[in-house]
């Protein structure tokens, strides 16, 4: 999406962007340039792995790395990389995500994952920690951090006049 992306948004397959396209949604909203591509663990290991070595050269701050099934793209990502890796667990057929959320919870000591709920919500999450992380060095992000926040609590604190 942009020359000078800060985000990556990875997936192991392009059917898994249904729930990534969460995450780009919410960057997009913050203005925070990021690239989204397909990058399988399984079945194009050398290029992940570039991937995620060339990742800090290239200035990316943070991989939103999505996968499904067996779920190994996320930590195999942070293995390779200094770049934090937020794992968003894709909802499989059979499993409903839970199989993925185990495997990219249960990394080993040494090689974090930030791990977020499975599917869309955990993309958007992600997207908003990686958007957090980001505004710690840049004012004008922090402040629109701050105004999607006071949003959220205006709509919940609305719900109650719906109850009326």
Do not use: C
């Not at 397959?13 to 995450?23: I, N, P, V």
């Not at 794992?87 to 791990?115: E, F, N, W, Y």
């Not at 993309?123 to 922090?142: K, T």
């Amino acid at each position: 999406m942009s020359a000078s992306p800060l985000v990556g948004v990875v997936m192991g397959s392009s059917s898994d962007w249904e729930t990534l396209k969460a995450a780009a949604d919410i960057l997009t909203e913050f203005g925070v340039p990021f690239e989204a591509q397909v990058v399988s663990a399984h079945r194009m290991p050398d290029d992940m792995f570039r991937y995620a070595e060339a990742a800090q050269a290239r200035g990316l701050r943070a991989i939103i790395a999505g996968a499904g099934g067996a779920a190994h793209l996320p930590g195999m990502l942070a293995a390779k990389t200094p770049v934090p890796v937020l794992g968003v667990p894709v909802a499989s057929r059979h499993l409903q995500g839970v199989d993925s959320l185990h495997s990219i919870v249960q990394m080993p000591k040494g090689i974090p994952v930030a791990t977020f709920a499975i599917g869309g919500a955990g993309a958007a999450n992600a997207a908003l920690f990686a958007v957090a992380m980001l505004a710690g060095q840049d004012a004008d992000l922090l402040d629109k951090l701050q105004a999607f926040r006071q949003r959220q609590t205006d709509a919940a604190r609305a719900m109650t006049a719906d109850l009326q």
